[in-house]
């Protein structure tokens, strides 16, 4: 069975909080590391966003409990998602649902470091929505995020203007137009 975060005629961020608290308390363990404890602490943060970004939490909940996954694994994808807006600041405005998804799954298990540092080019937009189309395996896509930051920091760890950063995630989405994945996973 496929059980949902909220029930489709009857949701609200505050009963999704509630929901994502339920869970979290049922089954401790979900929350693998002190990071995602972290992440799950800023939850409540969502009764204070904007109406209109609570329609789009809400639309993003609705859009991952359409997934045949664990209830568990939909409340860490919205743990993960609070935590890169508490923690990265993201305009979930700037981003479509499929996009969402990926980064909550990319960054479910990562540090807040990791979040703060990866983002600029793993949260692209444009470098998110090249790498969907690429591949619908969840893994793959992520192998492909954690390649391309690699190769960021390998091959431009120096730098440091949006200008540069732009051309290079440019150059990055023209590859993964013209290359199978495995070439870029290596």
Known sequence: MNEKLLDVNDTSVEKLVKRINEIVGEKFSVLDEENDIEKW??????????????NRVLSFVEFIDSMFVSLEEKAMYVISLCGLLEFANISLEDYDDGSLFTMADYYQNSSIEE???????????ELLLAVRKKTLDL???KKLLQ???NRFITDHKNITNQKD?????????????EKDYYDLIK
């Open 41 to 54: 602490n800023t939850v409540p943060k969502l009764l204070l966003i904007s109406d209109e970004s609570k």
């Open 115 to 125: 979040i703060k540092n990866t983002l600029p080019i793993v949260g692209n937009k």
């Open 139 to 141: 893994d793959v896509r």
């Open 147 to 149: 390649a391309i930051f």
């Open 165 to 177: 950063i732009s051309n290079f995630i440019e150059n990055v989405i023209k590859e993964l137009e």
